[in-house]
């Protein structure tokens, strides 16, 4: 698609109130990239337990915000069949995001996306998509390193999986 100059006007305003959003919460970013195409800002953070860096890149010919995170680690060679399976376990009870499962590297990533065609997307909104990346990473990253270490086996995965999608009363039971 073709970067207009409407296209690379309503990126740079949605690249400011990104930006904005950041500012307002005090939090530190690096902008790697800003163009008419393209602009791609990384925040890092430290869930509790691994690092993660999320990669926010809006991009102007699709008018589409991702935000990317791979995981800081590649899975085993040995261990692809079951980081394939854990990856459709992790992704089943998700509501935005996904992971995705490279067979060739084995590298696993977490991708979020959506359009801003014609608007520009709120403070709000870019807190959420942040917010909620970084959450569901810290809720499998851990589990996708244990299961490439080979402290946690595919049922243990699944089972600890299982354990976060049952329903809770307002005891947490």
Not at 24 to 38: F, G, P, T
Not at 109 to 131: C, H, I, P
Request: overall charge negative; charged content about 25%; glycine content about 4%.
């Amino acid at each position: 698609m073709e970067v207009t100059a409407e296209r690379a006007a309503l990126t740079k305003k949605n690249a400011e109130i990104l930006i904005s959003m950041l500012e307002h919460r005090k939090l530190r970013y690096a902008v790697e990239e800003q163009s008419d195409a393209r602009t791609h800002i990384r925040i890092s953070f430290t869930g509790n337990d691994l690092p993660m860096t999320l990669h926010i890149i809006l991009r102007a010919d699709r008018q589409i915000v991702s935000v990317l995170s791979a995981m800081p680690f590649k899975m085993a060679p040995e261990r692809m069949h079951d980081a394939a399976v854990a990856v459709i376990a992790a992704n089943h009870g998700l509501i935005d995001g996904s992971f995705d499962l490279n067979m060739q590297t084995g590298e696993i990533f977490f991708r979020l996306t959506t359009a801003y065609l014609g608007t520009t997307l709120t403070e709000e909104l870019f807190s959420y998509l942040m917010f909620v990346s970084a959450e569901t990473i810290d809720r499998f990253n851990d589990r996708f390193n244990d299961l490439n270490d080979g402290k946690l086996d595919l049922p243990g995965f699944l089972e600890a999986d299982a354990a976060d999608e049952r329903p809770r009363n307002e005891t947490g039971v």
